[in-house]
């Protein structure tokens, strides 16, 4: 069991990496918007509770590419995306299905959500949210 969490985990470094170390920094601001408690909730109940306290979606995808962007292309990205949840930079196929969300609040502060799960509505599999982070630098 400890070669396939040790086989995931590095997966899902390797495949998350530029995502969400690339060019980009955590920082601690000194003023943001409220920051509720998310995490381990679906991100279909995290997602209000942070336009609540003042994060809008940052997207990061063209409308016109949506779907067709290889950084959404797999894994639960069509679904997000299609549900109107355009702040989704990235998810990946396989492992534990992770992807990354990009909110921004009033002060230009970026928080970066992830989740893992696959999503399926039929069978009630939702994805959670993992953690959250302010990001500073550049975006891809």
């Not at 381990?40 to 940052?58: E, I, M, N, S, V």
Request: proline share 6%.
């Amino acid at each position: 069991m400890q070669i396939a969490e040790r086989f995931f985990s590095t997966f899902l470094l390797l495949v998350m990496a530029p995502v969400l170390f690339s060019g980009q920094t955590p920082c601690a601001p000194q003023k943001h918007a409220k920051l509720p408690f998310v995490l381990d909730l679906t991100y279909h109940k995290a997602r209000p509770k942070l336009l609540k306290g003042g994060w809008q979606p940052f997207r990061t995808i063209h409308h016109n590419e949506g779907t067709k962007n290889p950084k959404i292309s797999y894994g639960n990205g069509e679904m997000f995306w299609n549900k109107g949840y355009w702040e989704v930079e990235a998810c990946a196929g396989t492992g534990l299905a992770p992807c990354a969300f990009l909110f921004e609040d009033a002060y230009g502060n970026k928080l970066r959500v992830t989740t893992a799960g696959e999503e399926d509505p039929k069978h009630k599999y939702f994805a959670r949210v993992t953690g959250y982070k302010f990001v500073c630098g550049e975006l891809d």
